[in-house]
């Protein structure tokens, strides 16, 4: 499904109004813009606050890519003890391990935890 919105050439400054309606360029499709893998592509609500450090929080929407390796620092959704978590997945010479802040789960030797994809990403509403 394609969702078309209005995309203007023209940027927003943060500063003084600009009659924007002067330059439509075309219709933008979010998914073209926000998903590259649609098949291993997935959207996930966030619950929780442990990632506000980080800029995700309770109720944001994540746009997550299953075929992306994820690298040092990557935001990822990883199943741990059948419970879907979002984490910063880090690296560590020879250990891999997901955090987010003090607590950190090791997954070398813990067979119990599956990354399923790479936090591309973040949705939420400015209140």
């Given at each position: 499904?394609?969702?078309?919105?209005?995309?203007?050439?023209?940027?927003?400054?943060?500063?003084?109004?600009?009659p924007a309606t002067d330059y439509i360029e075309d219709d933008i499709d979010l998914n073209s813009q926000l998903i590259r893998n649609?098949?291993?592509t997935f959207i996930i609500r966030v619950q929780g606050?442990?990632?506000?450090?980080?800029?995700?929080?309770?109720?944001?929407?994540?746009?997550?890519?299953?075929?992306?390796?994820?690298?040092?620092?990557?935001?990822?959704?990883?199943?741990?003890?059948?419970?879907?978590?979002?984490?910063?997945?880090?690296?560590?010479?020879?250990?891999?391990?997901l955090t987010s802040g003090q607590k950190k789960i090791e997954l070398n030797d813990n067979p119990n935890v599956i990354i399923w994809g790479v936090v591309t990403y973040v949705i939420h509403k400015l209140h």
């Open positions: 499904m394609k969702l078309k919105l209005p995309f203007y050439i023209h940027k927003v400054g943060a500063g003084f109004p600009s649609a098949p291993a606050k442990s990632m506000n450090n980080v800029g995700i929080h309770d109720g944001d929407l994540l746009i997550v890519d299953r075929s992306i390796n994820p690298k040092n620092s990557s935001t990822v959704i990883a199943n741990v003890n059948e419970e879907l978590v979002v984490k910063t997945f880090m690296k560590e010479k020879d250990k891999n391990y």
